[in-house]
């Protein structure tokens, strides 16, 4: 039966029809906010390929936090940036470091706030990269998987939430996953960063965790944008593990990686919003040529509708404020 017996505009003749059959709603529910906590203090550093984005030293951070809190915002993604770095990222596991604090200081002060934290080690070594480097300049898988298993059990000791590995070894959802049970810490759930795509939209928050690597890429250990078959058998993997919830990272280029992620495994999915993706937005808003509060709304709803239940957004406060303005 069709047109004229089905008009389908007849649906969309005022807003509060379109709204009645509306089939994907944005709120703020599994919207994640990035920090980035820096060493030191009075710090709020501007990030400038990131407009409205920074560096929060931790007397600093309360200042943000209050803000997110009164926005409503449900959990926070922590990402820090140290005073000294190592070939081996110590400063990631340290039980005073800046990461251990930040988690301390939110879990007294703000303990409604759900607090996630990165488990990666390129913010804290000096040559960049996200584990052991040999001298011929290869990441050592093996060897890494104990320091990021340390890092992850000194964020559950100081009182985080969750962890969340984004380093992408393999083995490592199962190596934190037995360091955190065999410490009592066997309810603290792991949301793995499970298909996270070697790509050029991180260039913006290398800027702002000073993560980017000294020297060569990360392409031996994050994926080829090229495939989503080997995707989902990370994910697969992760799950086998004990991951609790999985991701895929970027978002935008890779919703279909997340529709397929969702219908194969039906598994409690994540994606990543990523530096790239909001800094295009924010740019092209700044010259005039988007409507940035539209295209916000366009792009999560697509985030959203392939299948993820959570988004980690750096639009999250412009999100909360634009739902609290409607």
Not at 50 to 78: C, H, T, W
Not at 209 to 230: C, L, W
Not at 308 to 322: C, G, N, S, V
């Amino acid at each position: 039966m069709g047109f004229p017996v089905q008009r389908m505009r007849r649906l969309r003749v005022n807003e509060s029809i379109r709204s009645m059959v509306r089939e994907t709603e944005l709120s703020l529910k599994g919207i994640i906010y990035p920090l980035f906590v820096v060493y030191g203090s009075d710090k709020r550093v501007p990030i400038p390929s990131m407009p409205g984005i920074y560096q929060f030293s931790l007397d600093r951070l309360a200042e943000e936090l209050e803000e997110v809190k009164a926005l409503n915002i449900p959990a926070v993604l922590l990402f820090g940036i140290p005073e000294h770095k190592d070939a081996l990222g110590s400063s990631a596991y340290q039980a005073d470091g800046v990461i251990q604090n930040s988690i301390k200081l939110i879990k007294d002060k703000y303990p409604d706030i759900t607090v996630i934290t990165d488990v990666c080690l390129c913010e804290y070594t000096d040559h960049g990269h996200c584990g052991v480097v040999e001298r011929d300049g290869y990441v050592n898988n093996d060897a890494t998987l104990e320091l990021l298993a340390q890092e992850a059990l000194s964020h559950a000791e100081a009182g985080c939430d969750m962890v969340a590995p984004s380093d992408m070894m393999d083995g490592r959802i199962g190596f934190i996953r037995k360091s955190l049970d065999d410490n009592g810490f066997n309810n603290l759930p792991i949301m793995a960063y499970s298909a996270k795509y070697c790509s050029s939209f991180y260039g913006p928050f290398r800027d702002a965790a000073d993560s980017a690597p000294q020297f060569g890429d990360r392409k031996t250990y994050q994926m080829d944008p090229s495939n989503i078959n080997e995707a989902l058998r990370e994910v697969a993997l992760d799950i086998e593990e004990g991951a609790d919830i999985v991701m895929v990272k970027p978002a935008l280029p890779y919703l279909d990686v997340i529709r397929a992620v969702k219908e194969k495994f039906a598994y409690p999915t994540a994606a990543y919003n990523v530096s790239g993706e909001y800094s295009m937005i924010k740019a092209a808003a700044l010259q005039g040529w988007l409507d940035e509060d539209r295209v916000m709304v366009e792009s999560l709803i697509s985030i959203k509708r392939a299948g993820a239940e959570m988004i980690i957004t750096y639009f999250a406060k412009d999100l909360a404020r634009l739902l609290r303005s409607r």
